[in-house]
């Protein structure tokens, strides 16, 4: 697995896996984003989603997000700029963000019911290198811890499977102890080597707009 930062390093990755010699049937890409607001990146959370929902691209892409709240968890699906709220029997109305059976089923879920030749998944929340990313304040500041990711993503992908892109989009993610833990489950992963993981344009939050649209290209 190899290693990039910044947000702008992820369209280089997608341009290369791109690449790669496809199926003659399947979608090209199904993207997720484990949106995590339930804490005070709240509002970043929204801004975020607003990115999303400005795409409208002809790819499948499911956004589990959480806000800093109770009974506030929705599934949406985004595609030709159409959004979707889901319903899947796996999701509560308040879901841990910080618990790797949450991470396990969305993704699992996800590739099972949009499935694509390559995968984007991005985890966006606080961060904190070997530590873990994602806490969840409504649940006792619940956190997925390094090695739970990598559990989660095992549990989920099966025996063998990895996801195309993994990318971060918290503080400190880029670091060679989560790059280790993740080099089973994924062939290239994005993150942050600072406090801070998002485009200058953009303030703290990543431009999933383009990054999706750019998907398609």
Do not use: Q
């Not at 889901?86 to 841990?96: D, K, M, T």
């Amino acid at each position: 697995m190899r290693t990039r930062t910044l947000p702008i390093m992820m369209l280089g990755m997608l341009v290369l896996v791109g690449m790669l010699a496809l199926p003659a049937s399947g979608s090209n890409w199904t993207a997720m984003i484990y949106l995590d607001g339930d804490n005070n990146l709240e509002y970043y959370a929204g801004v975020e989603m607003k990115e999303v929902n400005a795409s409208d691209a002809d790819i499948d892409v499911l956004v589990l997000k959480d806000d800093w709240g109770t009974n506030d968890t929705h599934l949406y699906h985004v595609r030709n700029g159409t959004t979707t709220r889901l319903y899947p029997s796996w999701l509560g109305r308040e879901a841990n963000m910080g618990d790797g059976d949450t991470l396990a089923a969305f993704v699992n879920w996800s590739l099972s019911t949009y499935p694509a030749n390559h995968s984007l998944l991005t985890l966006w929340d606080h961060g904190g290198s070997f530590v873990g990313c994602c806490v969840d304040s409504t649940n006792g500041s619940d956190i997925l811890r390094i090695p739970e990711i990598r559990s989660a993503l095992e549990d989920a992908l099966g025996d063998g499977g990895r996801i195309d892109v993994l990318g971060f989009a918290d503080c400190l993610m880029s670091s060679v102890e989560v790059a280790s833990e993740m080099a089973p489950v994924a062939d290239y992963m994005v993150g942050s080597e600072k406090v801070g993981w998002a485009c200058a344009t953009e303030g703290i939050n990543w431009d999933f707009d383009d990054i999706i649209d750019y998907m398609v290209n």
